[in-house]
């Protein structure tokens, strides 16, 4: 939740960038429909999967065991990832779709793990 929220942050920074009326009209549901599909279909989906394997495994659950290795990977591949993009991207209109779909999908995602959490372990 909080890197999704920096990620915001900065992808309303570069939105703050553009002139054009027309890029917001772009920007705006492109960025809702990606962050969307990311947040709930992906992210969402991946959350409670993984809530799903921790309440089989045994009590207490070690830390480096709160993600599955599918989990790990997608960690892998997408810190650099956004890296590279937030890195060379120079144009506001790109850099400003790209930070914001993955920010609020993190953001979307970090919710829906904690519903998914309340929901399998009673909290």
């Known amino acids: 939740i909080i890197v ?3 990620l915001i942050v900065k ?4 939105l703050s960038e553009l002139n054009e009326i027309q890029d917001l009209i772009i920007i705006v549901p492109l960025v809702v429909l990606i962050s969307h599909l990311k947040g709930i279909h992906m992210f969402g989906l991946l959350a ?9 495994l045994e009590k207490p659950i070690p830390f480096y065991r709160l ?5 790990y990977t997608l960690i ?3 810190v650099p990832a956004g890296i590279l993009l937030s890195k060379h991207l120079h144009r506001p209109f790109y850099r400003a779709i790209i930070l914001l779909s993955i920010g609020l999908a993190l953001f979307i995602g970090g919710i829906e793990y904690v519903r998914h959490w309340k929901s399998v372990f009673k909290a």
Request: aromatic share 12%; net charge positive.
């Open 76 to 78: 892998a591949f997408f």
């Open 67 to 71: 993600f599955s290795i599918k989990t």
């Open 48 to 56: 409670k999967n993984n809530m799903i394997r921790l309440k089989m």
């Open 4 to 6: 999704g929220i920096r």
């Open 11 to 14: 992808g309303l920074m570069s």
